[in-house]
């Protein structure tokens, strides 16, 4: 199935956690709107969310960029912060070195990549310390049949 | 089960989405970590939950949760009600301890989010 297509970059400041999943939030309603499937606008809304909270938890400032074109879906997430000293311990799940406020907001379990990998279908994760992160995150819109969530059974 | 037998249930008070009532919700779920939330929620569910603040209605409607149950008698601040309304998220503020609530409605037959594994400790990887 084609999508409409439309690009966005959505700006996130470092330690605005009221303003967090604004842009998930957008990116949703665009994409409901176009009547993209339920099943893969949530896996979107999902994946964006958690790269905003990463932005909003580790990094001074960032920004997320969704670029919709044809069968694709494509989020990257670009942050000005400290970047990760180990990607492999960052990507297993449950590691997590976000600060006792995020902790307090109910965020930080160490399950953001992770539920990253299990929303996209590829995922590329590359990071410069003392420089900035970059996630690069890619939907593919099916025409058969979703399954009622990609991954991870329950 | 349907909104109006969980606010029965839970002798809760319905702060938003009074029109709501006939929705039917097919699973709940009790959690207090919105990462959690984002990893194992699935759509339609009820969420019960004693985190108040606005991330957690956004984080609600990105998932597609049926409602929310705020569980003690928390009240949401402003802005967490104000976000409510405008995305159609119900509140419901139930006096019973989260643990109570979700009792009272798996005693009335409304399965949980997550199926049992049988294994301690394998939430995470299931």
Redesign the interface.
């Known amino acids: 199935m084609a999508l409409r297509h439309f690009s966005r970059s959505y700006p996130v400041l470092g330690g605005a956690?009221?303003l967090?999943?604004r842009a998930?939030?957008d990116l949703?309603r665009r994409l409901a709107e176009q009547e993209c499937p339920?099943e893969l606008t949530?896996r979107v809304?999902?994946a964006a969310?958690?790269a905003e909270m990463n932005i909003c938890i580790h990094a001074i400032a960032g920004e997320v960029e969704a670029v919709v074109e044809g069968e694709e879906i494509r989020l990257v997430a670009n942050d000005r912060g400290p970047g990760i000293p180990d990607l492999a311990r960052a990507l297993a799940?449950?590691f997590s070195t976000a600060p006792e406020k995020a902790r307090a907001?109910?965020?930080?379990?160490?399950?953001?990549f992770?539920?990253m990998q299990?929303c996209a279908d590829e995922f590329t994760l590359c990071s410069q310390v003392g420089r900035g992160t970059r996630v690069e995150l890619v939907f593919v819109a099916r025409p058969e049949p979703a399954e009622?969530?990609k991954g991870g059974?329950? | 089960m349907r909104l109006s037998s969980v606010v029965e249930a839970l002798e809760a008070e319905v702060l938003v989405g009074q029109e709501a009532m006939e929705r039917e919700v097919p699973t709940a779920g009790g959690c207090d970590m919105i990462s959690d939330l984002l990893f194992f929620g699935k759509p339609g569910m009820l969420l019960l939950t004693g985190l108040t603040q606005p991330a957690v209605v956004r984080t609600a409607q990105l998932m597609d949760i049926s409602a929310m149950v705020l569980v003690r008698g928390k009240r949401p601040d402003e802005a967490a009600l104000e976000l409510a309304r405008e995305v159609g998220m119900p509140i419901l503020v139930s006096p019973h301890s989260l643990y109570d609530c979700c009792g009272r409605l798996y005693a009335r037959g409304l399965p949980g989010v997550i199926p049992a594994t049988g294994r301690p400790g394998s939430a995470r990887s299931t």
């Open positions: 956690y009221y967090a999943g998930a939030s949703k339920a949530r809304a999902i969310y958690e799940p449950g907001l109910g965020f930080g379990a160490g399950l953001g992770t539920n299990r009622s969530e059974r329950q």
